[in-house]
């Protein structure tokens, strides 16, 4: 079946520090992937999205790049700060329009 | 995107009651939505899929007369955690959305004493 794996945490930065997480799948057909983030206490916001192979999703400085040959989506910010402090899920969405969600990766940045 | 509310933010009830929490798509007509649980510290795992107007879908492993889905109207879902019970305390969530996008709903956070 369908699955996402994520590199797993906590990660911890120092602010301004350039930021990966690792994301990949496993996928029949051609999925749909997500990076969603979680900030303390509250729901899953969408952060960003790629829907084929070779888009690449962004913003607020964060990028990801739909890598059907690697099978990956790795999530990365050249300069992070304070506020990015969260939980971020990346997950994939079927034709069946389940979202399978990563186990999340939990990022600290330090002052 | 699709604005999604919950209600309640979160709730405490004694063990062996029910509890019903709503999600409602604010401005997007939802023929389904999806349900999720979160225990603290890990992934959110599909638990049910409302179908409006006809029987939600259960993810192996749900039991539909505990956890049960009522999607009545194309903004309104509610889940009725029955004879709820300590370990069903978690953070409950959903989401409406019919293409590959998904809009999540802040959360309910359920605490079963």
């Known amino acids: 079946g369908n699955s996402v794996t994520q590199m797993e945490g906590p990660v911890t930065l120092s602010e301004e520090a350039f930021l990966t997480i690792n994301c990949t799948y496993t996928?029949?057909?051609?999925?749909?992937l997500f990076w969603y983030v979680q900030y303390p206490g509250e729901g899953l916001q969408l952060l960003l999205k790629?829907?084929?192979?070779?888009d690449k999703g962004s913003n607020k400085g964060f990028e990801a790049t739909y890598r059907k040959e690697t099978t990956s989506f790795h999530l990365e910010k050249g300069s992070v700060q304070v506020s990015d402090s969260a939980v971020y899920f990346c997950a994939l969405r079927d034709g069946g329009f389940k979202t399978i969600f990563g186990a999340g990766t939990r990022l600290f940045v330090k002052a | 995107g699709a604005v999604v509310s919950q209600h309640p933010s979160w709730v405490i009830c004694k063990s062996g009651t029910s509890v019903k929490i709503e999600c409602r798509s604010l401005?997007?007509?939802?023929?389904?939505m999806f349900w999720y649980r979160q225990f603290p510290k890990q992934s959110l795992m599909l638990m049910a899929t409302s179908n409006e107007g006809s029987k939600a879908t259960y993810e192996q492993g749900v039991e539909k007369d505990k956890f049960l889905i009522n999607h009545a109207s194309l903004t309104l879902s509610t889940l009725t955690v029955t004879s709820a019970h300590p370990e069903d305390s978690s953070f409950y969530i959903c989401s409406v959305g019919e293409d590959a996008t998904q809009y999540f709903g802040p959360g309910t956070r359920l605490l079963v004493l």
């Open positions: 790629a829907t084929k192979a070779d």
């Open positions: 996928a029949t057909g051609y999925p749909s």
């Open positions: 401005d997007f007509q939802a023929t389904t």
